[in-house]
C-alpha cells in the first residue's frame, strides 16, 4: 500500500529545500514518504538538469565583491545563470553573497578550489547543482578573483553587473573613498594593467605589429614606421592602463595624478575586474 503524502509533509520538504510544491510532492512519492530519500531524489533531479542544461549559454547573473574586515583581501566573483529573472531573484542574490563570503573566508586561490570547499554541510558543487534543480536554470561560478593588499576597496557596479577590486599600498583613513573612486575608474573604462610595465610582453608587441602596419597602410616613409608605431603604443598605455587613463570624475588630470594630489607615495597595488555575460 502507498503511504500517503500529506500537503504537511510537502511544505516540510520543500522548507527544507527551497524545491517547488510539485517536485517535492513527487520526491516524496517516489521515496515512499522517507524524507531523506526524497532529498536525494531531489538532488538527482538537479544533477540530471545541470546534465541536461549544460550547453546553455548563462550569460546573465549577479557579480558580488566583498572585502574582509581589516580590508586586507577581498574577493569577487560572478554567479551566472540563464535569465534576467532568475538573476534579480532575490534568493538567487542572496546565494551569490554566500558564496563569496565563503571565498572571503577561505581564500582559495583558484576556483576550482573555491568549488571544493564546504558550504552548509555540502560541498558547494553539489549545492550548486541542488540550485539548478530548484531554479530550472543553468547556474555556474563563471568567474572568481582574489586580490590581498595593505587596503582592499570593493565595489558592485550597476544593478550587480559588475564587480570590481582594488589594492591600496596604505590603508589611510579616507581609503574607501579613494578605492571607490577607482573602482569605478575600472568599472567604467576597463583597463587591462595598472601601469606600462605590467602590460604584457606579447601584448606590446602586437601593438607595434598593428602601429606599423597602419603606418605602412597609410603610406608614411619606411625609416619612420617604427617612431610612428612607437606613438601609437604610447596612446594605447595612456589609453588601457589605469593609472595614464584620464580620471573619470576629473578629466583634467590623471589617475596617477589625482593619487599624487591625495599623497605622494600611495600607489595602486593592483586591481580586478568582473562582470555578467
Known amino acids: 500500500?502507498?503511504?500517503?503524502?500529506?500537503?504537511?509533509?510537502?511544505?516540510?520538504?520543500?522548507?527544507?529545500?527551497?524545491?517547488?510544491?510539485?517536485?517535492?510532492?513527487?520526491?516524496?512519492?517516489?521515496?515512499?514518504?522517507?524524507?531523506?530519500?526524497?532529498?536525494?531524489?531531489?538532488?538527482?533531479?538537479?544533477?540530471?538538469?545541470?546534465?541536461?542544461?549544460?550547453?546553455?549559454?548563462?550569460?546573465?547573473?549577479?557579480?558580488?565583491?566583498?572585502?574582509?574586515?581589516?580590508?586586507?583581501?577581498?574577493?569577487?566573483?560572478?554567479?551566472?545563470?540563464?535569465?534576467?529573472?532568475?538573476?534579480?531573484?532575490e534568493d538567487f542574490v542572496s546565494f551569490a553573497h554566500e558564496i563569496a563570503d565563503l571565498a572571503l573566508n577561505h581564500f582559495p586561490a583558484t576556483k576550482e578550489e573555491l568549488l571544493q570547499l564546504d558550504l552548509g554541510g555540502t560541498q558547494l558543487s553539489a549545492k550548486i547543482t541542488e540550485q539548478i534543480g530548484k531554479i530550472g536554470e543553468k547556474i555556474e561560478v563563471s568567474q572568481y578573483e582574489r586580490l590581498s593588499s595593505d587596503a582592499v576597496v570593493p565595489y558592485i557596479h550597476a544593478g550587480n553587473k559588475i564587480g570590481v577590486l582594488v589594492g591600496l599600498s596604505k590603508n589611510l583613513d579616507n581609503a574607501n573613498d579613494?578605492?571607490?573612486?577607482?573602482?569605478?575608474?575600472?568599472?567604467?573604462?576597463?583597463?587591462?594593467?595598472?601601469?606600462?610595465?605590467?602590460?604584457?610582453?606579447?601584448?606590446?608587441?602586437?601593438?607595434?605589429?598593428?602601429?606599423?602596419?597602419?603606418?605602412?597602410?597609410?603610406?608614411?616613409?619606411?625609416?619612420?614606421?617604427?617612431?610612428?608605431?612607437?606613438g601609437k603604443l604610447k596612446k594605447f598605455f595612456k589609453d588601457s592602463t589605469l593609472v595614464n587613463q584620464q580620471f573619470v570624475k576629473d578629466s583634467s588630470k590623471t589617475v596617477k595624478q589625482f593619487l599624487s594630489e591625495v599623497d605622494s607615495d600611495l600607489k595602486v597595488t593592483g586591481f580586478r575586474r568582473i562582470s555578467i555575460g
Request: a neutral charge; charged letters at 30%.
Open 1 to 89: 500500500m502507498s503511504v500517503k503524502i500529506t500537503a504537511a509533509d510537502v511544505n516540510k520538504l520543500r522548507k527544507q529545500t527551497g524545491a517547488g510544491m510539485m517536485d517535492c510532492k513527487k520526491a516524496l512519492q517516489a521515496s515512499e514518504g522517507d524524507f531523506e530519500a526524497a532529498i536525494e531524489y531531489l538532488r538527482k533531479k538537479g544533477q540530471k538538469l545541470a546534465a541536461k542544461r549544460a550547453d546553455r549559454a548563462a550569460s546573465e547573473g549577479a557579480a558580488i565583491a566583498k572585502t574582509s574586515t581589516d580590508a586586507s583581501k577581498g574577493v569577487a566573483i560572478v554567479l551566472s545563470c540563464e535569465t534576467d529573472f532568475v538573476a534579480k531573484n
Open 178 to 230: 579613494i578605492g571607490r573612486d577607482l573602482a569605478m575608474q575600472v568599472a567604467a573604462m576597463s583597463p587591462i594593467a595598472v601601469n606600462e610595465e605590467e602590460v604584457a610582453q606579447e601584448t606590446i608587441a602586437k601593438e607595434l605589429e598593428i602601429g606599423r602596419a597602419q603606418a605602412l597602410q597609410e603610406g608614411k616613409p619606411d625609416h619612420l614606421v617604427d617612431r610612428i608605431a612607437q
